[in-house]
């Protein structure tokens, strides 16, 4: 079945680092990929998202590109911030789930100033 | 702004008594799914409609139970809450795009079991 693998966390990165987050998945045929970010006591909001190989999602400074020969989705961010500290979580939806999001794990991020 | 809006933030319950959490959305999203969410592990999801037709997890326990009156409104209904039922509940919503099953998420409501 459809399943996702995120890097362990927690990430502690001081302010202005770069920002890697790796995400592996399986799944047959082409699934939609998404990062959702979680912050401390919230619901989960939609970060990005890619539907095809090749594609690239961005916003707020993080990217993820669709890598269907690695069956990757990496999460990149040039420089983070103290406000990113956050649990971020790779997702697919895909058609052996019957579309339904299958998370990853999850990842905590601390950002020290 | 077109949300998806959960009440209440934070629900304490005792031990056994049942309760209700629920979910509103104007974003006329034709499925609606109801996750548990315990110390920022991945949601599990519990079940989820797609209209009216309820879809229910495999290993979703029989205490859980949902009610779909409308298109709007969505309803967890907790029928002995456990201590082991402490937990985020988070309600969702997406519309059916095919493999797009982009899902937009409440706040949460936290409960508490006492």
């Known amino acids: 079945g459809d399943s996702v693998t995120q890097m362990e966390g927690p990430v502690t990165l001081s302010e202005e680092a770069f920002l890697t987050i790796n995400c592996t998945y399986t799944?047959?045929?082409?699934?939609?990929l998404f990062w959702y970010v979680q912050y401390p006591g919230e619901g989960l909001q939609l970060l990005l998202k890619?539907?095809?190989?090749?594609d690239k999602g961005s916003n707020k400074g993080f990217e993820a590109t669709y890598r269907k020969e690695t069956t990757s989705f990496h999460l990149e961010k040039g420089s983070v911030q103290v406000s990113d500290s956050a649990v971020y979580f790779c997702a697919l939806s895909g058609m052996d789930s019957s579309y339904k999001l299958i998370f990853g794990s999850g990842t905590r991020l601390l950002v020290r100033p | 702004d077109a949300m998806v809006i959960q009440n209440p933030r934070y629900q304490v319950t005792q031990f056994g008594k049942p309760v209700t959490l629920s979910c509103s959305q104007t974003?006329?999203?034709?499925?609606m799914y109801w996750y548990q969410q315990k110390s920022s592990q991945a949601p599990k999801l519990l079940f989820h409609y797609y209209d009216k037709d309820f879809n229910n997890e495999a290993d979703t326990p029989d205490n859980f139970q949902s009610r779909r009156p409308n298109t709007s409104f969505c309803f967890l209904d907790i029928r002995s809450p456990g201590l082991g039922d402490a937990a985020m509940y988070l309600c969702?919503?997406?519309?059916?795009?095919?493999?797009?099953?982009?899902?937009?998420f409440g706040q949460g409501t936290r409960l508490t079991v006492v």
């Open positions: 799944a047959t045929g082409y699934p939609s």
């Open positions: 890619a539907t095809k190989a090749d």
């Open positions: 974003l006329n999203h034709n499925v």
């Open positions: 969702a919503t997406s519309r059916d795009l095919g493999a797009v099953r982009e899902a937009f």
